[in-house]
């Protein structure tokens, strides 16, 4: 377990998507970093158990030759104790791979993924158009079971076993006579080329043919789960043609891919038998002649009857390999304008006694995939400061605190902290804490939702839970804050879930609070009483809060508002009637 935690512990993200293999092997090769040595001895191992097992087969053809010489007794001269060395040695070679080759497999996939989580946390997803994050984890997963699934199945036990049986019946075969290696190893390549040719062409049989599958079982299923609906309206004679009709495509798709397959088979199977007739038979016509051992003959039929079972699946790696290569080009040209974030320099930051926005200029995309730019330039906020930004939906706000937490990176400008760019500081918890309706609560129990790995402070988290007035709808569960986040025994409203956001956000001790509509979903009577509470709590500290509600940006240091153009102006908060002339929400704070 130490082995493996210090491996994770030794991840560092990628610096680049573009960087990623094409070929799959190559992510393995390319990435293993910790894990080389554990691979190359366990990948030497498994070469071993494969030369052993080989041995064994040779050992076979040596026992054959000797009872045709000198008859069954001869066999335990010698030979018993190498079967039962061979088989011990195989034994304990097959549990040590099973033990260190599966846990290979499972951890290095898991460290790949934790390298892969390392690098979306520095992806600007403000800036990439056409890709979601979701997108994104679905690729992130496809690269790791591909990974996993090459060493644990394939690269162990798959082909080095595979390589090392094929060079070694075609050295016995060349040893032997140099003409027939040259011609097997002509057709073994036909029989890959041709394989791999027309196996693309199977696989879109084999897709058709599931698709009408899937489409005639929903048919199916739909019309007799809404048999009501089919007799109320009549429609008996309608709903039975479109089933057959789904049953009459599925057959035909059914019957293209039976009949391609089968013809694909018998191609295969021709070149192949024709290597192996054309093999087998000159060397039985040696054996015959005395020439060989009759044991030989053995051992090339068992092991070229392996080869053509070694073929069919490394056709079937190729097919996957190439695959997997059309999906990387894609991922990297989705990401090919996507910027890495600047996370920050070495030096912590942990407080500040003024920080100012500088010219920052933004392009973003917004919801509607359209391209809008925010200017930011008059936006300072000091020690113990509270601050409002206000303005119509889309048009940046929180693209604003983002960039202030380096999620984002400005196009133009700086964010200064006591007359430093933020970009030389690596951001700490003890600087900022974030509430947001956006961010997600986690399937943890709600106690750890809350304080999200601080120290635990009894009297903070009690005062805290009842602030926000979270207490005594937790108290109702049924394992209280330790119940889980998730479970479908724990069923919690927008505004209970919120409650519990605002008491995690406040947990941290930080010097400055980023609100982002921190009190949205909240029902008028509580809603009153948190931002009381909320706003007693922070009275210490900074905050920037953004929101629409004119209640609260009551009692506030300053606050901005970003005009239609997207530029941030000093604010005065107006009476609701001249708000809502200006198209904003009613009771909202628009600029003058």
């Known amino acids: 377990m ?21 070929f799959l092997p190559g992510f393995i090769f390319r990435y293993l970093g910790p894990f080389t040595k554990v691979f190359a001895l366990t990948t030497a191992l498994d070469a071993i158990h494969a030369i052993i097992i080989f041995l064994s087969t040779l050992l076979l053809t040596d026992v054959l030759n000797i009872l045709a010489e000198n008859g069954p007794l001869s066999v335990f001269d010698g030979f018993l104790y190498k079967f039962i060395l061979l088989y011990a040695v195989s034994l304990a070679l097959s549990w040590i791979i099973r033990k260190w080759g599966y846990s290979l497999a499972n951890v290095f996939s898991k460290y790949l993924t934790f390298k892969l989580y390392k690098t979306a946390l520095k992806m600007d997803f403000a800036k990439l158009s056409g890709f979601s994050k979701e997108k994104l984890t ?22 080095t076993h595979d390589f090392i049986t094929v060079g070694l019946t075609l050295w016995i075969i060349g040893s032997r006579n ?35 599958d899937v489409k005639a079982c929903s048919v199916t299923t739909n019309f007799f789960i809404n048999l009501n609906s089919v007799k109320r309206l009549f429609l ?45 038979g000159f060397f039985v016509s040696r054996a015959a002649r005395g020439e060989i051992p009759v044991g030989y003959i053995v051992l090339l039929f068992s092991t070229i009857l392996q080869i053509k079972d070694i073929f069919e699946v490394l056709v079937d790696d190729l097919l996957k390999y190439n695959d997997f290569a059309a999906r990387m080009k894609e991922l990297k040209v989705s990401l090919a304008g996507l910027p890495v974030i600047n996370t920050g320099g070495t030096e912590k930051l942990n407080g500040f006694a003024k920080i100012e926005f500088k010219e920052v200029g933004f392009d973003m995309i917004t919801p509607k995939n359209t391209r809008r730019s925010i200017f930011v330039d008059n936006l300072y906020v000091e020690a113990t400061e509270k601050i409002g930004i206000t303005g119509p939906s889309g048009c940046g706000k929180t693209t604003l605190l983002n960039m202030l937490m380096q999620q984002v990176t400005p196009n133009r400008g700086q964010i200064l902290v006591d007359g430093v760019n933020i970009a030389n500081f690596r951001l700490t918890e003890t600087f900022c804490s974030v509430i947001s309706q956006s961010d997600i609560l986690f399937n943890i129990s709600i106690k750890d939702n809350i304080v999200l790995g601080s120290d635990f402070d009894a009297k903070r988290y009690q005062r805290i839970s009842e602030g926000v007035k979270a207490a005594d709808f937790i108290n109702q569960l049924p394992e209280g804050d330790a119940s889980i986040i998730g479970n479908t025994d724990v069923l919690l409203s927008h505004g209970q879930e919120q409650r ?69 102006n000093l604010a005065e908060v107006n009476p609701p009637a001249e708000a809502d002339a200006l ?10």
């Not at 198209?583 to 003058?592: D, H, M």
């Open 2 to 22: 130490n082995i493996w935690k210090s491996k994770l512990d030794n991840s560092e993200a990628f610096i680049e998507p573009k960087d990623f293999p094409n």
């Open 138 to 159: 679905a690729m992130f997963a496809f690269i790791t079971k591909s990974v996993d699934g090459f060493i644990g199945d394939r690269w162990l036990w798959g082909l």
């Open 178 to 212: 140099l003409t027939i290696l040259l011609f097997d190893i002509a057709f073994f390549s036909l029989f890959i080329f041709v394989g791999i040719a027309l196996a693309k062409k199977s696989q879109y049989y084999s897709h058709k043919e599931y698709l009408s």
């Open 236 to 280: 008996q004679d309608y709903s039975a043609k479109i089933i057959k009709d789904s049953y009459l495509e599925n057959y035909r798709d059914i019957h293209n891919k039976t009949a391609f397959h089968s013809s694909y088979w018998l191609l295969q199977d021709l070149i192949y038998g024709t290597a192996f007739l054309t093999t087998m």
């Open 500 to 568: 519990i956001k605002i008491a995690r956000g406040l947990y941290r001790d930080a010097k400055l609070y980023l609100l982002d509509e921190p009190f949205s979903g909240l029902d008028w009577t509580v809603k009153k009483q948190v931002i009381a509470f909320v706003y007693e709590f922070l009275k210490e500290k900074s905050f920037i809060i953004v929101t629409h509600t004119k209640d609260e940006l009551d009692n506030l240091d300053r606050v901005y508002a970003f005009d239609r153009s997207g530029k941030l």
């Open 583 to 592: 198209g904003a929400e009613p009771g909202a704070a628009q600029l003058l």
